[in-house]
Each structure stands twice: as structure tokens, then as C-alpha cells.
């Protein structure tokens, strides 16, 4: 497995391990801290007096790189695998582990068909072999303003398009979770149109942030974390990053998808994260990356404006939101 | 001091109302608040407000249509116990998860009508919680029912807010809204049994059934 931390930077910037809170001590501090709420003026120092140590889960599969490109540690193999959206088992985030634990993630196959020359169902180990997953460290912005870094492995999306070649009228591509409610419970509730569905422009799809992730820390895709294969689109809330996908379909119109189904006017099709486009539930200004006590400021495009604004040039991101 | 006597009742009522504090400070030091500790305080605090507002709002009613006059008594500490979750649901809110950052509060309270909402529901409970002591009681004298059927309007305020908080849409009925709309229709409930007309008719209706059930009983005896 090759090591890509995207986009690269010298390694002289990476702030060292040592330099983070482990969640644990985390927690202490918060405790401390919520314990002299009475005494507020006093609870900066005691964050300050908090001696960092060594955040090495022993469950955890070894990791390549300690942090993402802007020196933030990745969060603890285990905060990943037990803090989940995914209402196809249940809302509760803390309970998604434990009912997807005997969840099938392989054999897994993906039908990647519509407007393309060469139409096929991939299976996960085919594609795993085909194109060499390679470690990518992206944080991940949820809409519910948290966020986390997630050391995923898999390969950029271009290079299964790239094989099954769109043609000239392919102008979207349309993903679709697995439809299974006897073995995603969360699938029997009557409030969602299942099966999960998202979409991406042809040219998000193409950018090489778009990961087809099949592994996570080094190791398997667990399937709370989204197994088989799941999207990642770093710069866009976490709810565009399809988990379980069983279906690609390349097409001419505009996808529906899932959030935007249910409250249009709170999720659009483009969920860029964008500190200044607002949201009436969470501040998307800041955000509470797990682990840490503090909000901090929310990043354009979760940090890869570089990377990707050119995608939207000449577009108004307050009305395509 | 003589230690006061307390029914089985209160003694339900008083372990009810610490218990869930006793159990979030324990999961918090045994870091079982999940990942995000913060936000699971906040939602279990909110969460066991409303609870215990719907609690002490049940108490008048379910007293006067069963029977069951202690409840009526146990109606203050229930309240109380709503506002001590409230209460720790808005310092959680503005010391901890905002870091009394006042500004960043400021920009996110213009957009967000959950949070006015929920503002307004404490800043009306605040009153309440002040006056439950004896002394306010007295001074207040009639004004002092009239205050606290502020309630009627906080319960459906506090249902509101979370309505607004959960992912999902109540227009198109979908998303995260079952367990909002499952306390709001409590509430409702709650309300609708204090209508004059309607708790007159539950009361007549336990009060046959009562009188049913005594003849029912009474026949075999009377036979003999």
C-alpha cells in the first residue's frame, strides 16, 4: 500500500504526535473544567497544565501518518468506529457498532452502469487490485458541526470512471446504498426514503479528493464505517459520502438525494461545507472537532479551497448550497 | 432534627429526580458520553427536562381524574426537577459547548429559531423556579397560580425547540422527528385533559365506572 497524505507537504510542518491531547485526557480536562464553571476565570489554566500523552489505541490497526496536511492529529481508531451516522442501522450514533457488527461487507459487488461505454459489476476485491488503495488522511465535516480526521484507504473515483468510460451526455453520477432492512434495521423506519441516495457533477466526481474508500487505519472498511465501499468527498458535509454503495449510475440530470429529499431548503445538492453559508440547526461557522474542547473556526471547503474552488467558479454558493 | 417522613412516593419521585445527574457525571468520568461528550450532555439534560415538565404537568390531572391526591403535592419537586435539567442544559449550552464565547452565540442565535425558542421557554421557567418557595407562594397569593400556569405555554415551547433540533422535516413528516412528535403529543395530551369539559367527562366516566364496579362487587352478598 502506497502512503498519500493529499496534498503532500514537508514533513517539517507535521506537528509532532506529542503535541495533542489524547481523549482521555480530554475528557479530564472537561471535567475539570465544567467542575469550575462556577470559577470560570481560572479554567484556561487548568487545559494549560494537561500533559500530553501517547493516544495509541491497542485495538487499533497501526496508521501511516499521525496527522492530516495542517498538523491535526487523526482522531482514535475508536472514536472513528463507534461515533456513526448511519440511520440504515439506527440515529443513534453511539449504537451503530454493536447492529452492524455481523453486517456482510464481503463478498460486496458494485454495478457501475448508465451513460457508460463499458457497463460492469465490480466486486470490492477486484477493484482493490485493480487500482492499489492508497492511505489518504481528509477530515471529515459533518453537517451537524463536529468533525474528525479520518486516515481512510481506497482510490480516487477518476480511475473507475476512467474504466467504464462515460459518455459525451454523462453529466452527473448517482450513488445508492444497499436496500437491505433485514439486515439494516434502521431501513424499517417509515421517515426516509430508502435506499440512501447521493449524487456528485461529473467533475466533483473526477477531482482526485474523491476517494472510493475501502479501508480505514490501515486496515478493513469496518461496516459501521460504511463496508463494502463508500464515497469520501472531503470538502462536502459527511452525509454526501455514501456509505455501502451497491450502485453507480452515470447520468444526464441532477440526482435526487437523500437529505435534499427531506428538507430541501436545509440541504442542497452541492452541501459544499462553507463557514458562511449558515444553517439553521448548527452553526456552520464553527465546528467541535471530536476530541477537542474548544469550537474551531470552520474551514472554506473544509480546508481544500486550493484544491477545489476552481469547480465552482462563477457560482453562487449561497443559492447552490 | 427530626428527620422528616417521607411517602414511597416522594421517595420515587426524589431518587427519580437525581438519578439521571448521578448517571451522566458517572458516564462522563468513565468517558462513556460517546465521542462527543459535549453535545450527549447537552441532549440528555434537554432530553430529561422536558421529561420531567411533562411529569409535573401530568400530576393535576392524573391526580384529579384517579383519585390520586398525593400527586398533587409531589407537582412542585417534579417542576423543580425539570428546571435543575434545564438549568444545566443552558450552562452546558453557553459555558461549555460555546466556551462562553458571547459573541459566536450572538451570530448563531439570529439563525436559528431553536435557540430563541429554547431561550425564551428558560427565561419563562426562570420565574417559576424563584416563586416554588413557600414565602413567594404567600405573597403572591392568587397571582401566583395565575404565574404558573406559564407551564401551559413552556411545555409547548420546549416541544417546538426540539422539533427544530432534530435532523429531519415535520412538514414531510420525515427524519429524526419520532421522538419529538412522541413527547409532543404527551404534551398535547396533557393539555387537552385540563379543558373543563373534557376532565369533567373523565371524571363522571371513573366515577360510574367506580360505582359499576362496587354493585358488581356488592350483588353476590346482597344475594345470600
Known amino acids: 500500500m502506497t502512503k498519500s497524505n493529499y496534498p503532500r507537504i514537508p514533513s517539517s510542518e507535521i506537528t509532532p504526535k506529542e503535541a495533542y491531547l489524547s481523549r482521555r485526557d480530554f475528557i479530564k480536562a472537561a471535567g475539570v473544567l465544567a467542575g469550575s464553571v462556577a470559577l470560570a476565570a481560572c479554567a484556561p489554566k487548568v487545559l494549560e497544565t494537561i500533559e500530553p500523552t501517547d493516544n495509541a489505541s491497542p485495538a487499533a490497526p497501526s496508521v501511516l501518518t499521525q496527522t492530516d496536511e495542517l498538523g491535526d492529529p487523526v482522531n482514535s481508531f475508536e472514536d472513528i468506529t463507534n461515533y456513526n451516522n448511519y440511520y440504515e442501522f439506527t440515529t443513534n450514533k453511539t449504537g451503530v457498532a454493536r447492529l452492524a457488527a455481523d453486517f456482510p461487507t464481503s463478498p460486496w459487488d458494485v454495478k457501475v452502469h448508465g451513460l457508460v461505454n463499458n457497463p460492469l459489476t465490480y466486486s470490492v476485491d477486484d477493484l482493490i487490485s485493480k487500482f492499489q488503495p492508497e492511505e489518504r488522511i481528509y477530515r471529515l465535516r459533518c453537517v451537524e458541526a463536529w468533525s474528525m480526521v479520518i486516515p481512510w484507504v481506497g482510490f480516487p473515483l477518476w480511475k473507475l470512471l476512467k474504466e467504464v468510460e462515460p459518455t459525451s451526455e454523462a453529466k452527473y453520477v448517482r450513488f445508492e446504498t444497499l436496500l437491505n432492512p433485514e439486515e439494516m434495521p434502521g431501513q424499517g423506519s417509515p421517515f426516509y426514503p430508502w435506499p440512501y441516495q447521493e449524487g456528485l457533477r461529473l467533475d466533483e466526481a473526477m477531482h482526485d479528493l474523491t476517494l472510493l474508500a475501502t479501508g480505514l487505519y490501515g486496515g478493513e472498511l469496518p461496516p459501521q464505517s460504511g463496508g463494502g465501499i463508500r464515497l469520501v468527498v472531503p470538502w462536502k458535509y459527511g452525509f454526501k459520502s455514501i456509505k455501502a454503495i451497491v450502485d453507480i449510475k452515470l447520468v444526464a440530470d441532477k440526482p435526487e438525494t437523500m437529505w435534499n429529499t427531506i428538507a430541501p431548503d436545509e440541504y442542497g445538492f452541492y452541501s459544499n461545507v462553507n463557514p458562511y453559508v449558515d444553517h439553521p440547526r448548527w452553526s456552520q461557522a464553527t465546528e467541535r472537532r471530536i476530541g477537542e474542547l474548544q469550537r474551531r473556526e470552520t474551514l472554506m471547503f473544509n480546508g481544500y479551497e486550493e484544491q477545489v474552488a476552481d469547480l465552482y467558479t462563477g457560482m453562487d454558493l449561497e443559492l447552490n448550497y | ?224
Not at chain 2, 384529579?64 to 407537582?75: D, P, Y
Open chain 2, 1 to 224: 432534627m427530626r428527620m422528616p417522613r417521607l411517602t414511597p412516593l416522594q421517595i420515587v419521585v426524589h431518587i427519580a429526580g437525581w438519578l439521571p445527574l448521578v448517571l451522566l457525571v458517572h458516564g462522563f468520568y468513565t468517558d462513556q458520553l460517546t465521542a462527543n461528550p459535549i453535545q450527549a450532555i447537552e441532549q440528555r439534560t434537554g432530553i430529561q427536562a422536558l421529561t420531567f415538565l411533562l411529569f409535573s404537568l401530568a400530576c393535576t390531572p392524573v391526580a384529579s381524574i384517579f383519585g390520586w391526591k398525593e400527586l398533587t403535592q409531589r407537582r412542585k419537586a417534579l417542576g423543580l426537577y425539570g428546571f435543575l435539567y434545564a438549568a444545566l442544559h443552558v450552562i452546558t449550552f453557553f459555558a461549555i459547548d460555546y466556551g462562553l464565547d458571547l459573541e459566536a452565540v450572538w451570530r448563531d442565535v439570529w439563525n436559528k429559531s431553536y435557540i430563541i425558542i429554547g431561550a425564551i421557554a428558560f427565561l419563562l421557567l426562570l420565574p417559576l423556579a424563584v416563586t416554588s418557595l413557600k414565602y413567594w407562594m404567600k405573597r403572591l397569593g392568587r397571582n401566583w397560580k395565575r404565574l404558573h400556569k406559564l407551564v401551559y405555554i413552556i411545555s409547548p415551547l420546549v416541544v417546538v425547540h426540539f422539533l427544530l433540533v432534530v435532523k429531519g422535516s415535520l412538514t414531510q413528516l420525515q427524519g429524526n422527528i419520532y421522538q419529538p412528535l412522541l413527547y409532543g403529543s404527551i404534551a398535547a395530551l396533557l393539555l387537552i385533559l385540563r379543558i373543563p369539559k373534557i376532565k369533567q367527562a373523565l371524571i363522571n366516566l371513573r366515577s360510574r365506572l367506580g360505582t359499576w364496579n362496587r354493585t358488581r362487587h356488592a350483588a353476590p352478598t346482597a344475594d345470600k
